[in-house]
């Protein structure tokens, strides 16, 4: 059983379907009948379009399972049940849970840059901070929860569209990391805060911003006034709490370096909704392979399963162009690149979701093109012990 049909959801049926052939039949039940490629909904303002869709039937059909348009709303681990919002209960011998995490604006009065709304009106918004006195258009990470890269990418697309309307705009990013996608490592920060000067972007690091009850920002610490016009930030992130299954005080499901739910047999959890502090496509794609190296070897295929090691792979679309990043541990030194850095170079690196976007084979192996490795950030392997000991804004080597 398989709940969700995001990136991790569609990884667990696609390694499943590869490692476990036809030792395992599966069910998919996902609250949609569509596949979002949710990591390009930063281009959707300036391509609308782009965020790229697939009906979700056919694919789990294709791999020779059955699909269920429902949301779960509790699993019963003693008798290895999902129940449904429709009423059903689905039996399952192992589950692999995929519902990412519930998104929340983290800001009453700036925009909110989310996958499942209407895209936001960039043009009108740029108009408008270009009219205020500040002429500042204010570009915001909350303080807990989402993964910072799409700011950045947001700052990059937004002042290639200020030129081109001929608004006259300041873009200022503001930030609790400690320097701009300080988790690379200090020599792929210092790339991306280059690209960000040279486009005239000002980062604003160590801060967040607050907000009062007027709509003003303030910035924290100092508590002085961040003027804007306008203002856009990435939502806040909860866990998706679900009934029946151990979760943290804000909702996110343990698991282990296997991806086993805590105190649950047979049942794993990969994706946002998982207490891994770190939110990425790409390694909710690892969780889900993980997860599903678990539920084959105990099928009996010949598969030695391996635990869940981080290794982040991110693009940093800048416009026409894209910057990989590079930072491997323990050294936490990264590097970063105008060339692409695996293959196929996706948005989202999953090994097997991958390539199937790509239209290749879903159970083609990612591999290295010709030229070198791209973003890498592997992180400590005995991350599950105390997971929050990772700081998703932080460099690699820096605990929380």
Request: one cysteine or more; hydrophobic letters at 45%.
């Amino acid at each position: 059983m398989i709940a969700g049909g995001g990136i991790a959801g569609l990884e667990a049926l696609l390694a499943l379907s590869a490692l476990a052939e036809d030792r395992v039949g599966g069910t998919l039940v996902a609250a949609t009948e569509e596949f979002v490629l949710k990591p390009l909904a930063v281009e959707e303002p300036f391509e609308p379009g782009a965020m790229e869709r697939r009906d979700l039937a056919p694919i789990v059909e294709g791999e020779g399972a059955e699909f269920v348009r429902d949301r779960v709303v509790a699993v019963r681990p003693a008798d290895r049940v999902i129940e449904l919002a429709g009423g059903a209960s689905l039996a399952f011998d192992s589950a692999v849970i995929c519902l990412g995490a519930r998104l929340r604006p983290a800001y009453a009065h700036a925009e909110t840059l989310r996958p499942d709304t209407d895209p936001i009106a960039i043009d009108a918004l740029l108009r408008r901070a270009a009219e205020h006195s500040s002429k500042r258009l204010a570009l915001l990470l909350p303080r807990r929860g989402s993964w910072p890269l799409p700011v950045y990418e947001l700052a990059l697309l937004a002042a290639g569209r200020a030129r081109r309307l001929g608004v006259d705009v300041r873009l200022a990013l503001v930030t609790p990391e400690a320097a701009p996608l300080a988790m690379f490592g200090e020599e792929a920060s210092a790339a991306v805060a280059a690209t960000l000067a040279a486009r005239g972007i000002e980062v604003i690091a160590r801060r967040h911003a607050e907000e009062g009850s007027g709509g003003g920002l303030r910035l924290v610490p100092g508590g002085e006034p961040l003027e804007a016009g306008a203002a856009v930030a990435l939502p806040e992130l909860e866990g998706p709490a679900l009934e029946g299954l151990p979760s943290d005080e804000l909702g996110f499901i343990p698991i282990d370096e296997h991806c086993r739910v805590s105190g649950c047999e047979a049942i794993y959890a990969a994706g946002d909704g998982t207490s891994f502090p770190i939110k990425h496509g790409g390694l909710g794609a690892e969780q889900a392979d993980a997860a599903a190296e678990g539920i084959a070897a105990a099928a009996g295929a010949e598969v030695n399963p391996q635990p869940f090691r981080p290794v982040i792979r991110g693009k940093l679309i800048a416009g026409e162009e894209s910057l990989n990043l590079q930072a491997p541990l323990p050294d936490g030194s990264g590097e970063a690149s105008l060339d692409y850095l695996w293959w196929p170079p996706h948005k989202v690196a999953g090994r097997y979701l991958a390539p199937y976007l790509s239209g290749g084979m879903p159970g083609e192996q990612l591999r290295e093109p010709p030229h070198g490795i791209e973003v890498t950030l592997q992180l400590p392997q005995e991350w599950h012990r105390e997971p929050m000991a990772l700081d998703p804004y932080g460099p690699p080597d820096a605990p929380a």
